[in-house]
């Protein structure tokens, strides 16, 4: 999952940068809000930390020209203000989520999962689909109750398509939800990793749809 982080604190960025990509989200950073308000237009995100104190415009108005955009991808807030008020400010503005500093990192990342659960229409923490079992949490995929040893990419590949199980993924968009953006592809790296997950899971659990992309479900 690609997630776009939204702090100008570099310190405070850096540690949550590490969280995230530990807990096997593709991460992409922003340290101001107008290059963060353009990210978020043009770019594809599968969830957004954006703190509110930014600096060239205030993290709300990033949010509010993100949703009128039509950008509805799942927004957890980060800020030190506690007044009630502000926190409804923010979920008015768009928020989906809404977090006070100071927090912990391994907080951070379990709200993002449940947003990005929330956002593909489930609850549980763990994916399911015809005997095969993945918790993105855990990074433990199961086929039939026996554990799959999956590399942190073959992970991250196959929590996007068990999210849009039924639905065609393309090539481009894997790449764009699995890789950050100033991390080099090449065009054959995807037909790869899909290749060694068919040999891991079973190759009828991940279809080609020729000229299309892949399937699950």
Do not use: C
Request: net charge neutral.
């Amino acid at each position: 999952m690609r997630v776009l982080l939204v702090e100008d604190d570099s310190e405070l960025a850096r540690r949550l940068e590490l969280a995230l990509t530990e807990a096997g989200f593709a991460v992409d950073r922003a340290g101001d809000g107008e290059e963060a308000a353009e990210l978020g237009e043009t770019a594809t995100f599968d969830a957004v930390v954006l703190d509110l104190g930014l600096p060239r415009l205030p993290g709300l108005d990033v949010l509010r020209r993100w949703r009128r955009a039509g950008r509805n991808m799942p927004v957890l807030v980060l800020t030190a203000r506690d007044a009630w008020t502000d926190r409804v400010e923010g979920l008015n503005a768009g928020a989906d989520d809404y977090l006070g500093k100071p927090f912990q990192s391994a907080e951070v990342v379990a709200r993002l999962r449940a947003l990005v659960r929330r956002s593909g229409g489930g609850a549980s923490p763990v994916l399911s689909l015809n005997g095969l079992d993945l918790d993105p949490a855990a990074g433990v995929a199961q086929v039939d109750g026996h554990t799959v040893e999956l590399t942190a990419r073959e992970l991250r590949i196959l929590e996007y398509l068990m999210h849009r199980r039924g639905r065609i993924v393309s090539q481009g968009e894997l790449m764009d939800h699995v890789y950050p953006m100033e991390e080099v592809r090449e065009s054959n790296t995807m037909e790869v990793y899909v290749a060694r997950l068919r040999r891991k899971l079973g190759r009828e659990r991940i279809r080609t749809i020729r000229g299309l992309g892949y399937r699950m479900g």
